[in-house]
């Protein structure tokens, strides 16, 4: 079945670092991927998506890019902010899984000032 | 719009009680959907629905109960709660299920079953 595999966290940077959380996926067909962020006490939004391979996703300085030969879906950003603190699932949906997301763990990103 | 709302937003419950969580959306969206996340984890899929009147189980469904009698509203029903169902509870919705359409998230319910 359908799986995503995403970066353990926490992860704890400085204000301005380079962020990177890993993503990785198992699906059936061509799935189309997210990114979510969960800021605390909240539910989740959408922050980012691609629906087939080689397409860029980007929103508030956040990237990542389909890698159909590497099932991956990293998400990056060049310089974190304090605001960015939250927690972020990679997810998928392919058309066989009757329109369920699949959701990574989440990881947890903290930025201290 | 106020998007998708639920209520309540906390609830304690003795195990054997039942409640029933409250979703509505005001987007006129046809899909909708509940979802768990336990600690640590991901979102997993109770129930789901494509449109008033239709239902179907997700990948968690044992323990719960939905119907659709509105486009609006998509309630959840607990029946009998066990320890087990302690979990934040999401509801979702979006125009259509093709991965182009963005999934709305209601703010959680938190439960606990004690």
């Known amino acids: 079945g359908d799986s995503v595999t995403q970066m353990e966290g926490p992860v704890t940077l400085s204000e301005e670092a380079f962020l990177t959380i890993n993503c990785t996926y198992t699906?059936?067909?061509?799935?189309?991927l997210f990114w979510y962020v969960q800021y605390p006490g909240e539910g989740l939004q959408l922050l980012l998506k691609?629906?087939?391979?080689?397409d860029k996703g980007s929103n508030k300085g956040f990237e990542a890019t389909y890698r159909k030969e590497t099932t991956s879906f990293h998400l990056e950003k060049g310089s974190v902010q304090v605001s960015d603190s939250a927690v972020y699932f990679c997810?998928?949906?392919?058309?066989?899984?009757?329109?369920?997301?699949?959701f990574g763990k989440g990881t947890l990103l903290t930025v201290n000032p | 719009n106020a998007g998708v709302t639920q209520t309540p937003k906390f609830r304690i419950l003795k195990i054997g009680q039942s409640m029933t969580l409250q979703c509505a959306q005001d987007?006129?969206?046809?899909?909708m959907y509940w979802y768990r996340q336990d600690p640590g984890m991901g979102l997993k899929l109770i129930y789901y629905?494509?449109?008033?009147?239709?239902?179907d189980k997700g990948e968690v469904p044992n323990g719960y109960n939905v119907s659709r009698s509105t486009t609006e509203d998509f309630p959840l029903r607990l029946e009998l709660a066990a320890p087990s169902q302690t979990s934040v509870y999401f509801c979702?919705?979006?125009?259509?299920?093709?991965?182009?359409?963005?999934?709305?998230f209601g703010p959680g319910t938190r439960l606990t079953v004690l």
């Open positions: 979702a919705s979006s125009y259509s299920g093709q991965g182009t359409d963005e999934q709305f």
């Open positions: 699906a059936t067909g061509y799935p189309s």
């Open positions: 691609a629906t087939k391979a080689d």
């Open positions: 997810a998928l949906l392919s058309g066989g899984s009757n329109y369920k997301l699949t």
């Open positions: 987007m006129n969206h046809n899909y």
């Open positions: 629905s494509v449109g008033a009147g239709i239902t």
